[in-house]
């Protein structure tokens, strides 16, 4: 078994959807087929979410019913009837106008929330496959791929969700099962959600899960390119990638894959391929293989945007490393800081993380014990396979704040081009 996995640009309209279900048609039965919420739907969900927190019912509503017409829009661009999504609408609906967020946080209800769009995709998504006759049976990600409640970034049981989702498979699949991405649930029954873009992870891990043979995420790009097109010119594709290149790359912020995609595929050796949806006769690119294998000899160039960098300093100008190590880094994790980068010196230790809502906790928590220093609106360029003269280009007219490099890769923390 194998599985597909299509992103919301894929499937943001009818076409797509019809486009979709011509490259499941065509491919080996069973098959898993992993889908997002369409378009930007799940912006527009967390706009839902950020009224009826605020407790802006109206609102709340009136943002949902331009999500609903949306929906609708492109089940009639597809022939099916309104009827087939209903149950969901009112699903949302009844949250937004009988329940109250004064229980229970942010996190929480934007689990509970703003995982309606993948719902809403899959339904769709379902119902259209068996209309053109291909056998498709929808699964409930959040009763069957059961996670923990670290809501809004939960952490996949695998064991529990084997359980689950082979009942539903049964001993002799068949068809199409067309799952939800990103979103889950905890044992005792309430959504939770992998964190934005997390539907690669949900194919990787249920992959790993399933023992399949690989997985093929259909994207709106050719493949893996060597660069984001949007930022920087001339870019190539690159068709091999090992796991490890992978893993770095992602990590760093390339936003072809999430970067806890790699792991399930790495640690059972599945294969995971990047194919163009608009042209699926086209060989994309593949990522597998463990030796340090970096075939084409392309810089690649990985741009994170919206970096804060701190620097910590132990107000009794104790040793960092050998004092506080610990205590800093439990801080880090409580407060879910992606950590980018990181350097220190006798009694500093300095750190780059991504912008988020639970800086300012952090910091005030740190200010407690060490003197706090920050610059935000940085960006950190990742170059792996470098050579000194994309360094050169890359810094040239930059003020950096950063620069680490080992043999494979050269980073540098600098001032925000986001104008460029
Ligand atoms: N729909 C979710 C998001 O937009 C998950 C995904 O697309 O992977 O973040
Ligand atoms: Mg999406």
């Given at each position: 078994?194998?599985?597909?996995?299509?992103?919301?640009?894929?499937?943001?309209?009818?076409?797509?959807?019809?486009?979709?279900?011509?490259?499941?048609?065509?491919?080996?039965?069973?098959?898993?087929?992993?889908?997002?919420?369409?378009?930007?739907?799940?912006?527009?969900?967390e706009?839902?979410l950020r009224?009826f927190m605020e407790?802006?019912?109206?609102?709340?509503?009136?943002?949902?019913?331009?999500?609903?017409?949306?929906?609708?829009?492109?089940?009639?661009?597809?022939?099916?009837?309104?009827?087939?999504?209903?149950?969901?609408?009112?699903?949302?609906?009844?949250?937004?106008?009988?329940?109250?967020p004064?229980?229970n946080g942010y996190d929480y209800w934007y689990d509970r929330i703003?995982?309606?769009?993948?719902?809403?995709?899959?339904?769709?998504?379902?119902?259209?496959?068996?209309?053109?006759?291909?056998?498709?049976?929808?699964?409930?990600?959040?009763?069957?791929?059961?996670?923990?409640?670290?809501h809004r970034?939960?952490?996949?049981?695998?064991?529990?969700?084997?359980?689950?989702?082979?009942?539903?498979?049964?001993?002799?699949?068949?068809?199409?099962?067309?799952?939800?991405?990103?979103?889950?649930?905890?044992?005792?029954?309430?959504?939770?959600?992998?964190?934005?873009?997390?539907?690669?992870?949900?194919?990787?891990?249920?992959?790993?899960?399933?023992?399949?043979?690989?997985?093929?995420?259909?994207?709106?790009?050719?493949?893996?390119?060597?660069?984001?097109?949007?930022?920087?010119?001339?870019?190539?594709?690159?068709?091999?990638?090992?796991?490890?290149?992978?893993?770095?790359?992602?990590?760093?912020?390339?936003?072809?894959?999430?970067?806890?995609?790699?792991?399930?595929?790495?640690?059972?050796?599945?294969?995971?391929?990047?194919?163009?949806?608009?042209?699926?006769?086209?060989?994309?690119?593949?990522?597998?293989?463990?030796?340090?294998?970096?075939?084409?000899?392309?810089?690649?160039?990985?741009?994170?945007?919206?970096?804060?960098?701190?620097?910590?300093?132990?107000?009794?100008?104790?040793?960092?490393?050998?004092?506080?190590?610990?205590?800093?880094?439990?801080?880090?994790?409580?407060?879910?800081?992606?950590?980018?980068?990181?350097?220190?010196?006798?009694?500093?230790?300095?750190?780059?993380?991504?912008?988020?809502r639970?800086?300012?906790?952090?910091?005030?928590?740190?200010?407690?014990?060490?003197?706090?220093?920050?610059?935000?609106?940085?960006?950190?360029?990742?170059?792996?396979?470098?050579?000194?003269?994309?360094?050169?280009?890359?810094?040239?007219?930059?003020?950096?704040?950063?620069?680490?490099?080992?043999?494979?890769?050269?980073?540098?923390?600098?001032?925000?081009?986001?104008?460029?």
């Open positions: 078994m194998e599985v597909y996995k299509f992103g919301g640009a894929s499937v943001q309209s009818a076409e797509g959807v019809k486009n979709l279900s011509c490259i499941v048609g065509k491919a080996e039965k069973p098959l898993v087929v992993v889908v997002s919420a369409m378009g930007k739907t799940t912006n527009a969900m706009e839902v009224y407790g802006e019912k109206e609102q709340a509503a009136n943002r949902f019913s331009v999500v609903k017409e949306y929906h609708i829009r492109i089940m009639e661009g597809l022939g099916l009837g309104q009827e087939r999504v209903a149950s969901v609408f009112a699903s949302v609906e009844r949250i937004l106008a009988e329940e109250t004064s229980c703003v995982s309606f769009g993948e719902i809403l995709s899959t339904t769709i998504v379902n119902a259209y496959l068996n209309v053109q006759g291909i056998k498709s049976r929808f699964i409930d990600m959040r009763r069957s791929f059961i996670t923990d409640n670290r970034e939960a952490n996949v049981d695998y064991e529990l969700s084997r359980e689950r989702l082979l009942k539903e498979i049964g001993t002799e699949p068949e068809g199409v099962y067309l799952l939800q991405g990103f979103i889950g649930g905890t044992k005792e029954g309430e959504s939770t959600t992998l964190g934005r873009e997390g539907s690669d992870y949900t194919a990787a891990a249920v992959a790993n899960i399933l023992d399949c043979k690989a997985v093929t995420i259909w994207k709106d790009v050719p493949g893996i390119l060597n660069a984001d097109p949007r930022i920087f010119g001339n870019t190539v594709l690159i068709p091999r990638l090992t796991y490890v290149d992978a893993v770095e790359l992602a990590y760093s912020g390339a936003q072809i894959i999430h970067p806890k995609t790699i792991k399930p595929l790495q640690n059972k050796d599945i294969p995971l391929y990047v194919r163009p949806f608009g042209t699926p006769e086209a060989a994309g690119s593949v990522i597998k293989g463990n030796e340090g294998y970096t075939p084409h000899g392309i810089p690649v160039l990985i741009l994170k945007r919206d970096q804060i960098l701190i620097s910590i300093r132990p107000k009794d100008f104790s040793f960092v490393l050998e004092e506080s190590l610990a205590h800093i880094f439990a801080l880090m994790h409580a407060y879910r800081q992606k950590i980018n980068l990181i350097q220190s010196s006798a009694i500093r230790i300095t750190l780059s993380v991504d912008n988020s639970y800086f300012s906790g952090l910091l005030e928590e740190l200010q407690k014990n060490y003197k706090v220093k920050y610059n935000d609106n940085l960006e950190l360029l990742t170059i792996r396979g470098y050579n000194s003269e994309v360094v050169e280009r890359e810094s040239a007219g930059h003020t950096v704040y950063v620069r680490q490099q080992t043999r494979r890769s050269y980073k540098l923390l600098r001032e925000s081009t986001a104008e460029r």
